[in-house]
């Protein structure tokens, strides 16, 4: 009794010891928390039912499991309190800013070891939560914290790399299993973090090269195991994915792979990215390495050389295990590592001396995401508007029809697109990663999401939706006569069957 009551005094000791270690993170992680609350406020109004959350919120059904996400599965019946999801947005998203904000606040802890936060702290922690990348997780309703959830397993083992070798492992290999069954494209983070250290710690002398050595290997060591367990363990259900891979490709095949896949990630950065943000990420990326180089406490030549190939290992890891994919995921949701990327290099630049042109390099980047924020929420919400608007016209002309009346089951089939309101064809072609973020809705883009609402929100009677699989015939070859003809749209019909032309 006395040794489990000195034990239990020695463990409340420990956590209140490291309650007031921590304690100062607390302030900076209400105001991160305010900023990423605000930056996305627009996205929340528009209240955007962002594809697949369709179906969740009409069958409340998970899904998950089929990309491996087990964890994601289990605690959605937690945060929802019921194994049937109902809409509970904008909950989800709020989880995830404060998981995404906590690990911002870690993660400049673990970089700089002060405890000091100042206005470039957070400038340079908006690329973490607040990219165009990261913006498109936090677009759905269900998803959010469980993506957030695998930063944050991500960053948090680091924290504990002082503590007993057999104790870091565990939370390395923890945290990659979390990351695992949550969300796979934070993948890249953790080995980003450690390459990032590895390098400060060399190039400044802080610890010898033998003790950056070993805690390199612990850390592969740990992260492998927790990617080996989940490989053997709990691979993926779905096995024919049409966008994206479940396994990665065969070991003589995994470098061409890897490069080629790359060099498609590079590509598309640049097209989505303003030729502004484009420079100011150079800038940043220029003052990192200058930096590092003017304060090494090693060689110069040597610090150019590792500085470069710090740079470069980190842009290759910032995409993970995506990289080693037969079909990679290029959607924005799957690319944050790259601006997870730029956020650490923020966090290096703004806590050195001074370096200014690269803290306002970050300070303007950190800017632009800010208001791109808004100026995607609001384009959520014109598209969403004008999306209904032309699927009420489809709907108002359709219930008059003779034809629809009759009571048989008939199949419609939906021809071309609505594109996107006007509001945002306006935009000018810099804004190119705006038609990656916004869903048409509605139209026929080989996407089962652009024509799911129209088809299962408004309790059309007697209808088959003509799509994919289900097509026995294509409409759009057989003579069918007009119907109705108006400026949004053409509809043909005869004999059980309706063909809707988008204009």
Known sequence: MINLTEMMKGKFAEWKEMKERYRFMVKPWLILVTLYTVSISAILRANFSYKDDMDRILRGRKGWDNFGRYLTQLLSNFIHGDRYLMDISPLPQLLAVLLVALSGIITVYIITEKKKFSLLSFAALIPLGISPYFLHCLSYKYDPPYMALSVFASIIPLLFYKKPRLV?????????????????ASSGIFPMLVVL????????????ICGIVEFAGVSAIGYLAGLGIFEIFMPPKGSALDYVSVSMVSLDRLFPTIVSNMYRYFIQIKNDFKIEWIFLVLVI????????????????????????????????LSFGAYSTLEKPLFVPRGMYGFTVLLAFLGIFICHTRKAYMGKLACLALGWCF????????????????????????????????????????????????????????????SYRIIYRLVPMVFGETGNMWDQYKFFHYYELKNIRQNFGSDVAEDLTECKLPILKDTMYHTIKGEDGRVLIELK
């Not at 108002?396 to 009759?406: A, G, N, T």
């Open 168 to 184: 870091y492992i565990v939370t390395v290999v923890l945290g990659s299993l979390v990351m695992c069954t949550t969300y796979q």
């Open 197 to 208: 250290l590895c390098f400060k710690w060399w190039n400044s002398k802080e610890k010898e």
């Open 285 to 316: 990326f220029l003052v990192f390495l200058f930096v590092c180089v003017r304060d090494s406490a090693r060689n110069k030549p040597a610090a150019v050389f590792l500085g470069l190939l710090t740079l470069v290992l980190m842009f290759f």
């Open 370 to 429: 800010f208001v791109f924020s808004f100026t995607y929420g609001n384009a959520l919400e014109t598209q969403k508007e004008y999306a209904d608007f032309r699927m009420e016209l489809v709907i108002d002309d359709l219930k008059d029809l003779e034809l629809m009346q009759s009571g048989e089951e008939i199949t419609v089939q939906i021809e071309g697109r609505i594109g996107y309101a006007p509001a945002i064809k306006n935009m000018p072609d």
